[in-house]
Nanobody, 115 residues
């Protein structure tokens, strides 16, 4: 299974970025897809997830600013990030989850928000 994340970069505070994750998953629509991030010296944390039934959840810190979306026809999941803050600086990882033995991570894409 391959998850290829892209779209990271350097942006000023208040700016926007769109992350995209392309996957090689079969039966993509049944997977819970998510974006996680890990800032330097901190633990990895959930940013947003979208389940197979369309349920979406966000970390409180990104609600109202980030939007997760999935395209089951293209096997992709995106994360639109608006009103970025310096505290959003992290490596962002794409995740595909079904159960504890089917849990895959992408290689990460770096997001840096300058103040």
């Amino acid at each position: 299974v391959q998850l290829q994340a892209s779209g990271g970069g350097l942006v000023q505070a208040g700016g926007s970025l769109r992350l995209s994750c392309a996957t090689s998953l079969t039966f993509f629509s049944i997977w819970t897809m998510g974006w996680y991030r890990q800032a330097p010296g901190k633990q990895r944390e959930m940013v947003a997830i979208v389940k197979s039934d369309g349920f979406i959840d966000y970390a409180d810190s990104v609600k109202g600013r980030f939007t997760i979306s999935r395209d089951n026809a293209k096997n992709t999941v995106d994360l639109q990030m608006n009103s970025l803050k310096p505290q959003d600086t992290a490596v962002y990882y794409c995740n595909a989850f079904r159960h504890r033995y089917s849990n895959y991570w992408g290689q990460g894409t770096e997001v840096t928000v300058s103040s």
